[in-house]
């Protein structure tokens, strides 16, 4: 079973809303991810939790914030958001880094 | 210069012909190379992981790995209009998983 999974599958809020996405996997990885991805592009990595730790931040905005509250959950707190931030955000995990990373359905955000 | 750097395509194969997919790297280093399959509106879809020189064979998809020439391939073999999708080539470096641009593959009936 290769399973992650993640709600909402579709989020609107508007710019002064504060929200959150959540993902969860329950393979045992000990490496989960943020990534974001806009149309006809590539996903573009947000955040890299390795054992529960938050290990890479690519320089991601502060209205952006991650959270690892254990080994099979991961969260990302919204708020403020920008016209901008509207794109499909996906989750993926993996054994360890390095490893096959395996992609949630996504959470597709609209920010009006 | 591009890291991991694929022609976006589209790239148009007549159903049951062989689809070939490419991508080059520049950092000599990366050690894990990764196909990835998405459709239009889904996530990306695991399809092939490759760690070593040569080919790595899985159904009708070959993956293959030259490191030397910092080249990894995809091969579809006898394509069906369900293959029709982005594939994503992507190298793992430094922590990171870093993507390709994607082709776009057809598969014409």
């Known amino acids: 079973d290769t399973e992650v999974t993640q709600t909402p599958k579709h989020l609107v809020m508007g710019m002064t809303n504060k929200k959150s996405l959540k993902c969860e996997q329950h393979?045992?990885?000990?490496?989960m991810y943020w990534y974001k991805q806009k149309a006809k592009k590539p996903p573009e990595l947000m955040f890299v939790y390795s054992y529960e730790k938050l290990s890479i931040n690519e320089s991601v905005p502060s209205r952006f914030s991650p959270e690892c509250p254990n080994s099979s959950l991961l969260n990302l707190h919204l708020h403020a958001l920008q016209p901008e931030d509207s794109a499909l955000y996906l989750c993926?995990?993996?054994?360890?880094?390095?490893?096959?990373?395996?992609f949630g359905p996504g959470t597709r955000l609209t920010v009006t | 210069q591009k890291e991991v750097e694929q022609n976006s395509g589209p790239l148009s194969v007549p159903e049951g012909a062989i689809a070939s997919l490419n991508c080059t790297y520049s950092d000599r280093v990366s050690q894990s190379f990764f196909w990835y399959r998405q459709y239009s509106g889904k996530s990306p879809e695991l399809i092939m992981s490759?760690?070593?020189?040569g080919d790595k064979e899985d159904g009708r998809f070959t993956a293959q790995l030259n490191k030397a020439s910092q080249y990894v391939s995809l091969l579809i073999r006898d394509s069906q209009p369900s293959d029709s999708a982005t594939y994503l080539c992507?190298?793992?470096?430094?922590?990171?998983?870093?993507f390709g641009q994607g082709t776009t593959l057809q598969v014409k009936p």
């Open positions: 992507a190298v793992f470096n430094t922590g990171k998983l870093i």
């Open positions: 993926a995990s993996s054994q360890v880094e390095g490893h096959e990373q395996y």
């Open positions: 490759i760690y070593s020189n």
């Open positions: 393979m045992g990885h000990r490496a």
